[in-house]
């Protein structure tokens, strides 16, 4: 299975692109802005997700490894395919497609193209806990925080402001969700009190 390429986007069509690796040329899909990331670099690297049919080996390709794991996430979901997932990640970057899904925000996911607000409803359903959350914060976004705790710097990612992070960490240990709990667990209950649910 191909799980990473490094090369160059020779030929781009849409969010369909040729990589060149070493001179052997590979069919890569891709969000748009992905792509458009990598137009005029000598060299980039796609972390790939491949499904392989009956008919056809396909790839797909995306900036981090984040990213790729969103994508299978997505592709999990039941009446999901490739080309659904590629519209979810086509919409939004993976922290507003987390921030959507934990806070419900229907009108967001019916952002993606072809999903209604059943298809919404059932997205925010499946994905709840299980989309990956990258904790680097994003530049200009740094924040002072205590380095054993990475929930601030995932709400960073999630552009979240310093005030809203120092409340929901406050919440958070009202709740008795300390920095000794479950990150996965903290991050959910963040997310729900900054989303007022």
């Known amino acids: 299975m191909i799980a990473m390429l490094t090369g160059r ?27 458009d990331g990598w137009a005029g670099e000598e060299q ?87 989309l990956p959350a990258s904790f680097v914060p994003v530049a200009g976004t740094a924040r002072r925080t205590t380095p054993d705790d990475p929930l601030p710097l995932a709400l960073a990612q999630l552009d979240y402001g310093k005030s809203e992070i120092d409340r929901a960490q406050m919440a958070l240990d009202e709740q008795g969700l300390g920095a000794d709990q479950p990150l996965q667990a903290r991050l959910q209950a963040a997310l729900r009190y900054l989303s007022g649910t």
Request: a neutral charge; proline letters at 2%.
């Open 44 to 130: 980039v690297v796609a972390w790939v997700a491949t499904r392989v049919r009956e008919d056809a080996i396909t790839l797909y390709g995306f900036a981090d490894d984040t990213e790729r794991q969103a994508f299978d996430v997505l592709t999990g979901v039941t009446g999901v395919g490739p080309k659904m997932a590629l519209a979810a990640l086509e919409a939004m970057a993976v922290g507003e497609l987390v921030r959507a899904v934990e806070g419900d925000d229907m009108v967001a996911l019916c952002k993606i193209a072809g999903v209604g607000k059943k298809k919404a409803q059932r997205l925010a359903l499946e994905l709840k806990g299980k």
């Open 9 to 35: 986007v020779a030929h781009r069509d849409g969010q369909r692109a040729i990589f060149d690796v070493h001179g052997v040329g590979y069919e890569v899909f891709s969000p748009s802005r992905v792509l």
